[in-house]
C-alpha cells in the first residue's frame, strides 16, 4: 500500500453567494467547510443558540441550509458551484 | 423500476468491495450513497491521500458495469424488495433480490457543556472538513474523546499545518497499555499507530484525560481539560471530539434485521436474519479497513452465487481486533457526570438533561419531551442516551431520514418481479 501526499497545484477559486454575500472558496470545497470558514452560523437552534456543523458526514443534520431553492440540504454533502446560492436558518 | 440482482448501500470500502466481486461474477449491481463520489468516509477526498486499494476499487467499478447513484439516500422500504432513495431534485425506487447493507458508523458524541459552540465538531468531522477545504494551517486544536481515530486525525492535521494542542484520550493508561500489546497480533494496524504518532509527534497525548467545559461566545474560544484530576484550560479554535465510533443501525432496522450487542448478526456468509439481506463493515463490527474490505468482498461475493471461504479466517481476525477496540475505548462511567441539568442532550430539540431525568424510556423520552425527534432522528442523541440512562433505540420507521412529502407520499410502482 502506499499513501503519498500529493503537491497541490494552484486551485482556482469558485464563488458562493451566502445569504447575499460574495465567499469565494477554492474549487472542490465542500459548502459547510465555507459556512464554518466564514463564522456564519448555519442555522439557529430552537432556543436560539447559533450552530455549525459537528459530523460532516450527513448525519447530525447541524449544517442544513437552503441550497440553490432546496431547502434542508445537508452542506456537508455538496461541493460548491460557482454562482451558487446558500441561505442559512 | 429497475431490479437489481445485488443492491449495496454504502459506498465505503466494505460497499466498493461488494459491489465489485458481485458485478465481477456478472451479478447486475446497483451501488447507492449520500455523497456524490464512492469512497466513505475514510476515502473521502481522494485526491489529498491516495491508497492503492481505492484506486484499485474505483477502476474495478468503472470497469464492471455497476451502477453508481451518488448523492442518494434511502429513506424507506415500501415494498417488499424495494428501496426508496430521495435525491437533491426527486426520488426513485430502486428493486433487488438481495442486498448488501454497507452502511458504516458514525463518531460517537457524548454530551458536555459547551458542545453545541460552533467550533466544536466531530474529530472525523473536523477532518472531512478539512478535506473539504476548510483552511486548518497555523489553527489551534484539541483533539479529544476515544479511539484510535484521535492519533490518525491529528497525524492528518498535523501535516496540513494545524498546530495540536492536545490529545485527550479518556481510556485509562492501562487500557491503552493493554491494547498497544493486543496490536502486536496485528502488525499492519501497529504500523499505522507508529506512523500517526510520528507525525504527530509534537502534541501531547494524554490518558484518562477528557474535556469538561467548552467555553466561547458562539465561536469556540477555549475548551477546560482534567487529565487524571488536574484541571486546566487551554484556548483553541477547534475542538474535534468524538467517543470511538457507533454502527449505523438505521436501515438494518428497517429491514427487521436482528441487532446483538449493538451490531448487525451475521452469519460466516455476512448474511443477516432476514432472508437476502447481507451486511459488511463496520456496522457488525467497528474494525477498520481490512475487516471491511474482506466482508465485504465475502458478501458480494456470496450474493453473485460463489464462495467466500477463503476469506473467513483472514476476517475473523479482523473482527477479533473489532472486539479489542469495543473494550480498550469504551466510555468510562465518570463521562456522564459532566452533563448538567442545563446541557442539552438532544441538539435538535435543545432538550436539557433536566427534562430527561424522569422518563423511563427512549420511547417515553420521545413522547413527553421531543428527543430524539428532530431531523436527526436520534442519530446523535440516541447513542448519548444509551450511554446516560441505559436507553435502546430498537425500531426505525420510514422514512429514515427528513424526507420531502413528495418522496413519501408516491405509492410505489407495482411490478411482478419485486416479490
Same mark, same amino acid.
Given at each position: ?13 469558485? *464563488?458562493?453567494?451566502?445569504? *447575499? ?37 450527513g ?8 441550497v440553490n431553492?432546496v431547502?434542508r440540504v445537508r452542506?456537508?454533502r455538496v ?11 | ?29 446497483c451501488?447507492i450513497d449520500d455523497n456524490a ?30 451502477v453508481l447513484r451518488g448523492e442518494s439516500s434511502v429513506v424507506a ?6 428501496l426508496r432513495i430521495e435525491t437533491l431534485t426527486g426520488f426513485e425506487d430502486i ?17 458536555? $457543556?459547551? /458542545? ?130 457507533? $454502527?449505523? @443501525? ?10 446483538? #450487542? ?62 479489542? @477496540? ?14 448538567? $441539568? ?19 424510556? /427512549? ?27 441505559? /436507553? ?7 422514512p429514515?431520514l427528513p424526507a420531502r412529502?413528495s418522496t413519501?407520499?408516491c $405509492?410505489?410502482?407495482? #411490478?411482478?418481479?419485486?416479490?
Open positions: 500500500m502506499t499513501r503519498s501526499v500529493s503537491t497541490q497545484p494552484e486551485i482556482p477559486n469558485v *464563488d458562493l453567494i451566502i445569504n *447575499d454575500h460574495l465567499v469565494s472558496v477554492p474549487s472542490g470545497s465542500i459548502v459547510a467547510a465555507a459556512l464554518l470558514h466564514t463564522g456564519i452560523a448555519i442555522r439557529e437552534s430552537v432556543s436560539g443558540e447559533p450552530r455549525g456543523p459537528l459530523c460532516a458526514m448525519i447530525c443534520m447541524e449544517c442544513a441550509a437552503i431553492g431547502p452542506t456537508c461541493i460548491a458551484q460557482q454562482g451558487m446560492k446558500v441561505v442559512t436558518g | 423500476m429497475r431490479i437489481f440482482d445485488v443492491v449495496v448501500v454504502g459506498a465505503g470500502p466494505a460497499g466498493m468491495a461488494a459491489a465489485s466481486a458481485a458485478a465481477r461474477h456478472g451479478a447486475s449491481v451501488l463520489k464512492p469512497g466513505g468516509q475514510i476515502w473521502r477526498g481522494n485526491d489529498i491521500y491516495r491508497d492503492d486499494r481505492f484506486t484499485g476499487l474505483q477502476e474495478a467499478l468503472s470497469d464492471s458495469g455497476v422500504h415500501p415494498a417488499a424488495k424495494v428493486g433487488y433480490r438481495r442486498i448488501i447493507i454497507a452502511t458504516g458508523a458514525r463518531e460517537r458524541f457524548l454530551p458536555f $457543556p459547551g /458542545w453545541t459552540l460552533q467550533g466544536v465538531m466531530g474529530v472525523g468531522g473536523l477532518q472531512a472538513m478539512v478535506k473539504g477545504g476548510l483552511p486548518i494551517e497555523g489553527k489551534r486544536v484539541v483533539l479529544s474523546g476515544s479511539g484510535p481515530l484521535l492519533l490518525a486525525v491529528a497525524a492528518a492535521l498535523a501535516t496540513k499545518g494545524a498546530r495540536i494542542l492536545g490529545i485527550f484520550e479518556q481510556a485509562s493508561a492501562a487500557r491503552v497499555i493493554n491494547f498497544g500489546v493486543q496490536l502486536l497480533r496485528f502488525p499492519g494496524k501497529l504500523r499505522d499507530g507508529a506512523v500517526y504518532r510520528a507525525a504527530a509527534r509534537r502534541a501531547p497525548y494524554r490518558t484518562g484525560a477528557w474535556i469538561i467545559e467548552a467555553h466561547g461566545d458562539r465561536l469556540l474560544q477555549s475548551v477546560t481539560v482534567s487529565t487524571n484530576g488536574v484541571v486546566r484550560t487551554i484556548e483553541c479554535d477547534y475542538l474535534g471530539y468524538g467517543f470511538h465510533l457507533v $454502527p449505523n @443501525l438505521e436501515l438494518p432496522r428497517l429491514l427487521q434485521c436482528q441487532i446483538r #450487542s449493538g451490531y448487525v448478526d451475521v452469519s460466516e456468509t455476512q448474511g443477516t436474519s432476514v432472508p437476502g439481506v447481507y451486511c459488511a463493515g463496520e456496522s457488525t463490527g467497528v474494525g477498520g479497513l481490512e475487516k471491511a474490505l474482506c466482508e465485504g468482498e465475502i458478501a458480494g461475493l456470496i450474493c453473485a452465487g460463489q464462495s467466500g471461504s477463503h476469506l473467513y479466517k483472514r476476517r475473523d481476525r479482523q473482527a477479533r481486533f473489532a472486539k479489542h @477496540l469495543d473494550r480498550a475505548f469504551a466510555p468510562r462511567p465518570e463521562l456522564k457526570k459532566l452533563v448538567t $441539568p442545563d446541557t442539552f442532550v438532544c441538539r435538535c430539540e435543545d432538550v436539557p438533561r433536566r427534562a430527561l431525568d424522569a422518563m423511563h424510556s /427512549w420511547r417515553e423520552a420521545k413522547l413527553q419531551t421531543r428527543c430524539g425527534m428532530g431531523p436527526c432522528q436520534g442519530r446523535i442523541c440516541g447513542p448519548a442516551t444509551e450511554f446516560l440512562f441505559g /436507553w435502546n433505540s430498537e425500531h426505525a420507521r420510514p429514515v412529502v413519501i407520499a $405509492p410505489v410502482e407495482v #411490478s411482478r418481479d419485486t416479490v
